[in-house]
């Protein structure tokens, strides 16, 4: 299966990557539904929500600064980097839809990417909506002294504010039960429709609607093929479904050098 899948991919115009927390496993960052997922004894799923920052703002921005500087210390590892250097090669379009909010695509030099769940380094003003790039893994600063635990010092919090209309900065992700901007959904639409193949990388397959994105190209003949070391939901309906990880097949697929640290 894996020549078939090399072969699709080496003859396409046009490849489109829909990518989940499995590709950035290798590099360290936690899947969400794997373990690893709890901060101070809470699901992350539970802190990520307009919910929680409601009621307790200070605790959801120690939950993102900690991810902030968990994130920080990953480096891209082999599939984001074979990701960027074959767009880079510019033998086809490679457009990168991603779920995951770590910024290692960015980081590995993908340029066409659309942020379906936003980036932990943008922080958005939670009353006029103003968005900026914050790359400072210490940020919000503390108030008090750094606990002995680096990654999560008890110290709380300063709470980050609007410079233009003084109301509380959140941080620039999609939480549980925020609909995705309109404008992401129509540019990873777009770009699916455009594609001959479409790789759907290290996703559970279970959250909407990026789960279903890759139904608009089966919907239109497009080959689609899955890489995941687990089967998941969408494994039997795709063309082509390869057990490994990202890091092993990605580099294989795209023909692209292996790098070390990947
Ligand atoms: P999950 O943690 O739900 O799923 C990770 C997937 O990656 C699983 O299917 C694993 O089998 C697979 N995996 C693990 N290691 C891998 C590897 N080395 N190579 C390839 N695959 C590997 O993460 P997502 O599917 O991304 O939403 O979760 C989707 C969304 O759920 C997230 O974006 C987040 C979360 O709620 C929001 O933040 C809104």
Redesign the pocket.
């Known amino acids: 299966m894996i020549e078939r899948a090399r072969a699709l991919v080496q003859q396409s115009r046009a490849i489109v990557a829909i990518t989940?927390?499995?590709?950035s496993?290798?590099s360290g960052v936690p899947?969400?539904?794997?373990e690893g997922g709890l901060f101070r004894g809470r699901d992350g799923?539970e802190l990520?929500t307009p919910e929680a920052f409601a009621e307790d703002p200070g605790l959801v921005w120690s939950f993102y600064r900690w991810r902030r500087r968990v994130v920080a210390r990953c480096e891209p590892n082999a599939a984001h980097l074979a990701l960027a250097e074959a767009e880079d090669a510019g033998r086809c379009e490679v457009t990168v839809i991603t779920?995951?909010?770590d910024g290692l695509h960015h980081r590995a030099g993908s340029r066409w990417i659309v942020a379906l769940?936003g980036d932990l380094f943008v922080i958005r003003c939670s009353g006029c909506g103003r968005e900026r790039h914050d790359p400072d893994p210490d940020w919000p600063p503390l108030e008090g002294r750094a606990s002995a635990d680096p990654d999560d010092p008890e110290g709380s919090v300063i709470l980050p504010r609007c410079e233009r209309c003084d109301a509380l900065e959140r941080p620039g992700?999609?939480?549980?039960g925020e609909s995705l901007g309109n404008r992401v959904l129509e540019d990873a639409w777009a770009a699916t429709k455009r594609a001959n193949v479409v790789l759907v990388?290290?996703?559970?397959?279970?959250?909407q609607p990026?789960a279903s994105i890759y139904r608009v190209a089966r919907a239109r003949g497009t080959t689609v093929i899955e890489?995941?070391?687990?089967s998941?939901p969408i494994s039997e309906d795709v063309d082509i479904s390869l057990r490994g990880?990202?890091?092993a097949i990605l580099p294989d697929l795209l023909g692209a050098r292996r790098s070390e640290g990947g």
């Open positions: 989940g927390a499995g590709i496993a290798e899947t969400f539904r794997g799923r990520a779920q995951n909010v769940h992700v999609v939480w549980f990388v290290g996703t559970s397959a279970v959250v990026a890489v995941n070391p687990e998941t990880t990202a890091g």
